[in-house]
């Protein structure tokens, strides 16, 4: 799933509506409705998801990016 449109980040607030765990996964139904889902379980209805979707916002990159390290 990739971000598709210009859509504010996600915060460590935004919850998945599956589990409760913190959502990576925003995806703006084409219906008009809005579904979060955490990393697992946006990748687990991922194909569904692209049926209905209009946009589908995927930050969960961030689960595996390096942190930034102050090397001073």
């Given at each position: 799933m990739n971000a598709l449109l210009d859509t504010p980040a996600l915060t460590a607030?935004?919850?998945?509506?599956?589990?409760?765990?913190?959502?990576?996964?925003?995806?703006?139904?084409?219906?008009?409705?809005?579904?979060?889902?955490?990393?697992?379980?946006?990748?687990?209805?991922?194909?569904?998801?692209?049926?209905?979707?209009a946009e589908i916002h995927d930050e969960s990159d961030r689960l595996t990016a390096s942190p930034t390290v102050d090397a001073r």
């Open positions: 607030a935004e919850r998945c509506d599956r589990c409760g765990a913190q959502a990576y996964v925003r995806v703006l139904l084409a219906s008009g409705g809005e579904l979060l889902f955490c990393a697992h379980h946006g990748r687990e209805h991922a194909d569904k998801l692209r049926q209905v979707a």
